[in-house]
């Protein structure tokens, strides 16, 4: 749902402050003559007329809201000839707007430039009028017609690249609509505009919201989604689509990711935190169709190891037994019972409650038994404690990784001495490599972990081989400009830390094949970064490792779906021993409304 942070005094001294930083374009000379919306919004993103009174703007009502961020939208009916400059514009009234759709009116006020999320987040600002006084001249008015956004509509190109001396920013760069999705859409923030049936690539989220493609051949998979392969690929059809009615008046409707929203929906193109440049349905589609389905991964075979990794999202034993027996079904059913199951995001045994509670016996006992229960095995855990409130993640949950195994199938090989602070190290045991510690953590007090999960390492054998399985969980995109940023390429300062620690990790790696070099080692578990990032190809150096995902086609390569695009954060890779194995990205979650986890489980099956 749209932002519900009242747009105050505080906001006009954020823009205030944008303003000396030079991220908004301002002018002092406008006069507060009539002018048309046009002449507000400019041919770039900033107008030209911020921090100026205007008086008696013209227009037609094309959209209310009532919560969140109350006003309306409303649009000149006589356009100009510049495909640049956008015909509508947000009126901020902070309180419930006595305007309907379909009003002729004129606004006076003060145009502004709001950018959701603060100037710190590196979004684009909305220009509005702010403080307005409305004159509401006639009702019933003809809305001006939409502009249907489409697959030829939109450009092929993201958007242009800022430049050393803007700090990358794009902010006083001209519009180029025919050139660039962002200005194209720039240009119509404000404006009432469709799109027709249209794939659904991001499935509804619990803020009534989803995402729509208007260009069903971009970087389509079978599934239904639109795969993200690279930071110059954003996949410019993507938009997201929400509604006008409060939920309470008209429930959003629930769509998984292949399913179609049929028919036209139309209404106002606004501008949100959370998602950019968003449609805010005034009339919506029908849900059509019949989507992804929750997929199953075939069982491993008597001679084949099968090792997975699964982020369950905070799971702590005051989750209801339901969220216990989805996940276990999954394991069970749609992972087929894997011998090594790595789990990320355990909470301690009373979940985000902080009181120093750092053990998760209560957590992997209430799980082990659900797997029983769904007919799945008995399974063993290992983990490490953490310190408390040292490894980031929920207040007072103290999530790790822990190490489920099958000891019907696999053993653990038990190295005393582990715990949150010591560090496990590369050893020789009978020629093979091995663990001082097992199970272990990685290089604790390397500041690459800071406020972040430490690896897991574990010793297994399978059929007499030993298997070295190191569980991770890298550090957030937290922080992170979006794809709809002001600066292009978008700052994504998160990467630093998850550089660090990848580097640590192939430096392990790299210990354990100086011992020896045929040894089956497996990184694993929410690396939270893409199979082409700069993080996997730390990961990879000097060919410790191989992101087995790179094994699918393209279009499979997806464990999350964020914003429309399906993406790569879950990741297992090989040491070069692990040279024949058969991979799955095993799609049960990300693409679906309703979800016991927002990633989808990994499964690497080989033969040690």
Do not use: C
């Not at 993406?567 to 679906?592: G, R």
């Amino acid at each position: 749902m749209p932002s519900s942070v009242p747009r105050t005094a505080a906001v006009s001294a954020l823009v205030a402050t944008a303003l000396a930083a030079g991220l908004l374009a301002g002018s002092s000379s406008a006069s507060a003559a009539e002018v048309r919306i046009s002449g507000i919004q400019g041919s770039g993103r900033i107008s030209p007329l911020v921090g100026t009174p205007v008086a008696d703007v013209p227009g037609i009502v094309t959209g209310v809201r009532t919560y969140g961020s109350r006003g309306f939208w409303f649009q000149d009916p006589n356009p100009d000839r510049d495909a640049a400059t956008s015909e509508g514009i947000f009126v901020f009234t902070n309180a419930v707007p006595a305007v309907a759709v379909g009003d002729s009116v004129k606004v006076s006020g003060t145009v502004t430039e709001y950018v959701p999320g603060g100037a710190a987040s590196g979004n684009q600002s909305l220009t509005q009028i702010s403080s307005p006084k409305i004159t509401v001249v006639s009702s019933g008015n003809e809305l001006p017609a939409p502009v249907t956004i489409s697959a030829k509509s939109v450009p092929a190109a993201y958007a242009p690249k800022g430049t050393a001396a803007t700090g990358n920013s794009i902010n006083g760069l001209q519009l180029k609509p025919r050139s660039y999705a962002l200005d194209y859409y720039e240009s119509l923030e404000g404006m009432n505009v469709r799109v027709g049936t249209s794939r659904v690539v991001g499935a509804t989220d619990p803020y009534s919201e989803l995402w729509v493609t208007v260009k069903p051949s971009e970087n389509a998979n079978r599934r239904g989604g639109t795969v993200y392969g690279g930071y110059d690929d954003q996949n410019t059809g993507r938009i997201q689509i929400q509604q006008l009615a409060p939920v309470a008046e008209r429930p959003f409707p629930k769509a998984d990711v292949g399913d179609v929203l049929s028919g036209s929906t139309e209404g106002p193109l606004d501008f949100n935190q959370f998602g950019g440049y968003t449609l805010t349905a005034r009339t919506l589609g029908e849900v059509t169709g019949d989507g992804a389905k929750p997929e199953t991964t075939r069982a491993q075979r008597r001679d084949e190891l099968a090792v997975a990794t699964y982020n369950v999202e905070n799971l702590d034993p005051s989750d209801p037994q339901e969220k216990f027996d989805a996940l276990a079904g999954a394991v069970v059913n749609n992972l087929s019972s894997p011998d090594i199951l790595a789990l990320e995001e355990i909470q301690d045994d009373n979940g985000a409650t902080d009181d120093g509670t750092v053990s998760a016996d209560a957590t992997i006992a209430k799980f082990t038994a659900a797997i029983v229960a769904a007919g799945g095995p008995a399974y063993e855990a290992r983990t490490v404690d953490p310190e408390n409130k040292t490894d980031g993640g929920e207040p007072g949950g103290n999530i790790r990784q822990v190490f489920l195994f099958n000891p019907e199938r696999v053993s653990f090989t038990d190295r005393a001495g582990g715990d949150a602070t010591t560090a496990t190290e590369a050893v020789s045991e009978g020629g093979h490599a091995a663990l001082s510690l097992s199970p272990g953590r990685i290089d604790p007090a390397n500041a690459a972990w800071k406020d972040s999960r430490k690896p897991l390492a574990g010793e297994f054998t399978f059929r007499g081989e030993p298997v070295i399985v190191i569980a991770n969980h890298f550090a957030s995109k937290g922080g992170d400009e979006s794809l709809v940023s002001h600066h292009q390429p978008p700052t994504r300062i998160s990467e630093a830390q998850r550089h660090l620690q990848a580097k640590s990790v192939n430096a392990f790696v790299k210990d354990l094949l100086a011992v020896q070099k045929k040894a089956n080692v497996l990184v694993v578990g929410d690396i939270n970064d893409f199979e082409f990032s700069t993080t996997t190809k730390t990961l990879t150096a000097g060919g410790a490792l191989y992101p087995a995902i790179k094994s699918l086609p393209a279009p499979e390569r997806y464990s999350y779906v964020y914003q429309g695009n399906s993406q790569v954060l879950d990741q297992i890779l090989t040491s070069p021993a692990v040279d024949d194995f058969d991979y799955d990205s095993v799609h049960i979650n990300a693409e679906f409304a309703d979800q016991n986890s927002d990633h989808d489980p990994q499964v690497l099956r080989f033969r040690p």
